[in-house]
Nanobody, 117 residues
Framework: VQLVESGGGMVQPGGSLRLSCATS????????MSWVRQAPGKGPEWVSA????????YYADSVKGRFTISRDNAKNTLYLQMNSLKPEDTALYFC???????????WGQGTQVTVSP
């Protein structure tokens, strides 16, 4: 199982980024997927999730209305479109195989998002 995040970077407040998570080693279309972030000195925060058929999604209150999760089962890839970014969105963003997260599950290596003037 491999999960490889990309698309992070440094952006000014109000800017946008699109994260991607390329997966391999399992049947992507059979698993719900999540995005989880961890800011320096803080615990993980479950940001968003999407079910296998893209018919059900979850967003944390902190990102609702600004972030959009999506997936392309043909490309085995998960996405997170992040708009109206705020400094408090600064974190290492991970994709996770499943709905929610568990430390013992499958995680990517993370991609850093920094929102700063």
């Amino acid at each position: 199982v491999q999960l490889v995040e990309s698309g992070g970077g440094m952006v000014q407040p109000g800017g946008s980024l699109r994260l991607s998570c390329a997966t391999s080693g399992f049947t992507f279309s059979s698993y719900d997927m999540s995005w989880v972030r961890q800011a320096p000195g803080k615990g993980p925060e479950w940001v968003s999730a999407i079910n296998t058929g893209s018919t059900n999604t979850y967003y944390a209150d902190s990102v609702k209305g600004r972030f959009t999760i999506s997936r392309d089962n043909a490309k085995n890839t998960l996405y997170l479109q992040m708009n109206s970014l705020k400094p408090e969105d600064t974190a290492l963003y991970f994709c996770y195989r499943g709905w929610g997260y568990a430390y013992s599950g499958y995680w990517g290596q993370g991609t850093q998002v920094t929102v700063s003037p």
